[in-house]
Every structure is written in C-alpha cells, then in structure tokens.
C-alpha cells in the first residue's frame, strides 16, 4: 500500500483529476516552493472564483465567494484535527501488520518445503528449555528436530512458526519475496485502474463518501488475506495475492490518501497548506517509527495480536471518517455553458452516459498529459529522475525480510532496529533539510529554485551511500549505519517535486502533480517484481550476492541522481526567490 509521503496534492479540485481539462473561469495562480523539510509539494492553481485568498476588505469580492471562505475558515480546524488522527491510524493499520505478514507467510511457505520442521503439537521431542519471552499458555514447545534446538510455536488457525535456520534458506525466502512483489504490483496496478474514476465521483458525489469505500476496502482487503492465512491447510498461499482485488472498491490506499489532502486543500489556503502537509507527514513517520516495533512485540506472543489490532484500528478509521464534514461544497463556483449545457439540455442522465462522459473525461486527461510532456522537455527530463528515484526507493520494503534472512534476526527484532531508519528519516525532514534550506538561502544567497536543485543532487548522493553500505554490511552495525545514511537522502522526492513545479508554467501546476502520481504508481508496478527477484537471486548466491537488491537500487538512484546533476534551470526561472515555512 502506498505511503503518505508518495502523495503531492496541492491544486484545490482532486489531485486525481488534476490532469483532466474543466472549463474554467479566469483564475490566477500561486506557486510556492516550499522548505526543504516540507515532504509535500506545495504549489497550487486556485481558481478565483473559489474565493479562496482573497481580500476580505475588497469590495469586488462576490458574496458567495465570501460565504464560501468563511465556511472553509470554520471547516478547517475539524479537518485538520481529523486529518492527523488518520493518518496516525492509517499507519497503524498497515505498520503492525508488516512483522506477523512476513512471519507467518514465511512460516507457511517453510512448513510446504520442509514439513519435517513442523511436527503436530504434542509430538517430537519434549521440552528442554523455557522461553526466553512471555508467551501466551500452551502456545510453544521446544524440540531437537535434527539434532538442532529450535522453537516452536503453534497458534489458531494451525499458525506455526519455528526459529529454524532452513527457513532463511533461499528455496523460502526467495518464494516469500516474490509473493511480497506481486501483491505491491496489484495493488498498484488496482490503483492505476480505478484512480480517476474515483477522482471523478469524489468530485460529483463528494471526498467523505470515496474514503469511507476506500477504507472499507483496505479493510476488507487485510481481512480476506489473514482468512488466507487462517485456513492456510485448505487455502493455497497465492490466493492471498487476490486480496488487492477489494482495493478496486475505493481505490486502495492511494485513493484514501490523495483524499485526504483533498479535504485539506479544499480548506486551507494555498499558502498555509506547506506547514500543514508537512505536519501530516510528521505524523506519518512518528507513527511509522511506534507502529513497526509494536507489530514485533506483539509477534512475540502471539502473530494474531497485531493482525486483529490492525483490523480494530481500520474499523476506527472508519468511524472517524464520519467525523469529516464534506468539503466538496465549499467553492463558490459556478457553472460554466458547457456544464449548463450538459446538466440542463440534456436533462437526467443514465448509468451508462455517466459512465461513458466518466471515460471520455479520463480520455482527455490523458490526451493532455501526453501533450504536456511532449511540448516541454524540462518536465520529461524530470520525471526520468522521479521514475528511477521512485523504483530505488521502493527497496525499503525489502529491509525488514534482508535484515531477518542476512544477520539471522527475528522478525521482532528487525522491525526494532528499522527504527533508526524512520527516526532518520524523521530528523533530516525536521532539524537537518530546514536547516541547511535556511543555510542556503540566508548564508549563501541562493535563490528557492536553485536552492531545491543542490539539495536534491546531494540527496542523491547520499541514497547511493546509504545503499551501497547496507549492500556491503557484514553485520548489524553496519547496517545501522547504512540506515542512518540512507534516512539522510530521504528528502530528494520532496526537492524533486518543488523543483518540477517551479519549472512549469502555473497553470500547469494540476496536471503536473497528476503526471508525479502516475509516475510514482507505475514506478511501483514494476519495482516489486524486479527487486523482489534481485533479493532471490543474492539470497541463491549467498555472501556477498545478498545484499543485491541494494546494489540494484544503488544504481536505480544512480541514473536518478546524474539526471538532476546534469539537468539546468531554465534561464527565466533561474533567480525566482519563493517563500520559505518552517
């Protein structure tokens, strides 16, 4: 499921649908390029007849348009507030989760390759030994199966887990990997497939209604794949790849999200909504640092803990949907001729013309897209950079399996130390990227643009640092190394997001962000597979060989990274000093 911080919304209609052509008024456009620490790009294409930085004492200022701003002023604190408890949620839902999907997909897939590793409960060789860690009454029994000493644990469902060596052999993990690949590949092609048409209705029919689904659907989707695992002797393990097919019911978590800021930008201004995502984004990664460590512990006693607190945690981000107003009301807009036309002449639409203009409007968005990219080779130069940003990124999914199968942790364990990576991350967008932003900008006379271009060059080179060393780690100390490196380059899409927006002409802003996504979700289509089938190759080749995957995303970061050092801003853009929060 995709993280927060892939989302870039900023344009007041549905980040979704930016890209999709709407008669408008005459509007006037503001670009902010925001502080380095900012994870979200901040650059916005407000239409004035929305009303919504406009002058209270000016007099040209339509009545519904200040109705309009006053109702988005009393709206804004509840949706803030909700807006961060969500995100807090959401990342529990999928943070706790992690540790026991790994431990017991593992565990399914070592007992199908080696069954003698699991004998019944009751036999094989009696108890030798007590637990090194409080669990539950009757869950565990520790035999010599082999000669070795090894736990094992059983659980409802015929759950098994066993600390056996056999089951960090490749024939295992390599198979865990792969299945781990393709499920973030159908996700991600579920968000391909139903991205604008959800845009479209959370447009018609409003934001609240679309996140309710998508969450109803992220829900159903970990339900159906821990029945999987619950019936693991009658169900084969691959049917859990068909979790993602709930996710075309609301779109996933990429739809979830991108409504979330939505909700956010339908009611802040556009230049205050760079410290609010920002804070959002704190969130994320506060939660994504306790979440990962609490689904451990909770491995310790019993896999099924975390899975049922991830699926209590989902039905509470459904009830606190409920405390969202809808904010798809607040604009004053009106409609235009060709709406009148469509609404009134033609009079009540059926299913199938709704349908049929919902394509049609995907159609010309995308026809628009492609127009853009075509006639302005800075942005295309650009989103290469993001394309293989976005797939070196995506070996982070990998650390928690590379750290269990290379240093022989536990599951519990690795999610622990992962912690130095997601406070890494937390301090370089907090302390270090504001710092050296105001830096640059007050010490060394930089302009913002040109200030976000350095940044993101020497991100770069800090992500083929922090790959390469966690490739090359013998040992755990230096993969805690290699995290804390890799945290510190966590700022790139953030720059690479700024820059790419202050390049563009404003009234490209919407389409731009829509073009980001796209990128970001395509990027990951291909990622899982290919990274996935990297580690499986390194784990079959043993030393070295293991840490592949990294070198992989090394070089992926690589061509990224030459791309935005050989890329130069435009000469009218060059000097552009924007404002700087935080």
């Known amino acids: 499921m995709p993280a927060v911080d892939r989302i870039d919304t900023s344009s007041e209609r549905t980040p979704l649908l930016a890209g999709t052509p709407t008669p408008t008024a005459s509007s006037a456009s503001t670009t902010r390029s925001p502080s380095p620490g900012d994870p979200i790009t901040v650059s916005s294409t407000s239409e004035t007849l929305a009303g919504e930085d406009y002058n209270d004492d000016d007099p040209t200022i339509s009545p519904s348009a200040a109705a309009a701003s006053q109702l988005r002023a009393l709206l804004r604190p509840r949706v803030i507030i909700v807006s961060l408890f969500l995100i807090f949620l959401l990342e529990i839902v999928i943070g706790v989760s992690v540790p026991p999907i ?41 035999v010599l199966p082999g000669g070795g000493l090894h736990r094992i644990r059983h659980f409802s469902g015929g759950v098994v887990l ?42 018609r029919w409003g934001r609240r209604g679309v996140m309710g689904l998508s969450m109803a659907g992220i829900v159903a989707s970990y339900a159906f794949m821990y029945l999987v695992f619950y019936f693991e002797d009658i169900i084969p393990l691959w049917v859990s790849l068909l979790s993602a ?17 939505t909700m956010l930008a339908d009611v802040i201004p556009s230049g205050e909504r760079a410290v609010v ?37 989902g039905v509470l981000c459904n009830v606190l949907i409920l405390a969202y107003p ?37 159609g010309e968005g995308a026809m628009e897209a492609w127009d853009f990219i075509t006639t302005n080779q800075n942005v295309a130069f650009m989103l290469i950079a993001l394309t293989f940003l976005v797939l070196g990124r995506y070996v982070s999914e990998l650390l928690l399996q590379y750290a269990t199968d290379r240093y022989g942790w536990s599951w519990s364990k690795a999610s622990l130390v992962l912690t130095v990576r997601n406070g890494g991350s937390l301090f370089t967008l907090l302390v270090v990227l504001p710092a050296v932003s ?94 996935a089938e990297s580690l499986s190759i390194g784990l079959e080749r043993g030393g070295a060989w293991v840490g ?15 791309v935005v050092w050989v890329f130069r801003l435009p000469q009218n853009k060059r000097g552009l000093v924007g404002e700087v929060a935080v």
């Open 102 to 142: 790994n431990a017991i997909m593992e565990s399914i897939i070592c007992r199908q390759v080696h069954p003698d590793l699991f004998p019944p409960p009751g036999q094989g060789h009696p108890p030798v030994v007590e637990p090194a860690i409080p669990t539950l009454p009757d869950t565990f029994s520790v």
């Open 162 to 203: 066993v600390d056996d060596p056999a089951c960090k052999a490749p024939d295992v993990q390599g198979y865990l990997a792969m299945l781990r690949g393709w499920q973030s590949t159908f996700e991600s092609i579920v968000g391909l497939i139903v991205t604008v048409p959800y845009g479209i209705l959370s447009d």
């Open 245 to 261: 097919a709930f996710q075309l019911f609301g779109g996933g978590g990429t739809v979830l999200v991108a409504m979330i800021y």
């Open 277 to 313: 995502f920002f804070r959002i984004t704190s969130v994320f990664l506060g939660s994504q640092m306790i979440a990962g460590p609490i689904g451990g512990a909770l491995l310790d006693w019993s896999p099924w803990l975390p899975l049922l607190l991830s699926l209590f945690a």
């Open 326 to 362: 809808e904010t798809v009301h607040v604009h004053a807009r009106k409609r235009t001729g060709q709406e009148e036309h469509d609404g009134y002449e033609n009079g009540p639409k059926t299913f199938r013309s709704r349908l049929a203009s919902l394509w049609k409007k995907a």
């Open 438 to 531: 105001w830096f640059c900008i007050q010490r060394l006379g930089m302009d913002s643009v040109s200030k976000d271009l350095w940044l993101a060059r020497w991100s770069g080179i800090l992500y083929i640092i922090g790959s390469l060393i966690i490739a090359c780690a013998v040992n755990g100390t230096l993969f805690s190394v290699g995290l804390a490196w890799y945290a510190l380059g966590s700022g790139m899409l953030a720059m690479l997001r700024s820059l790419v927006n202050a390049v563009v002409e404003e009234h490209h802003v919407g389409i731009l962000n829509s073009l980001i996504g796209f990128t970001e979700v395509l990027g990951m289509t291909f990622a899982g597979p290919a990274l």
């Open 548 to 562: 592949l995957p990294f070198f992989f995303s090394a070089v992926l970061f690589t061509i990224s990274t030459v």
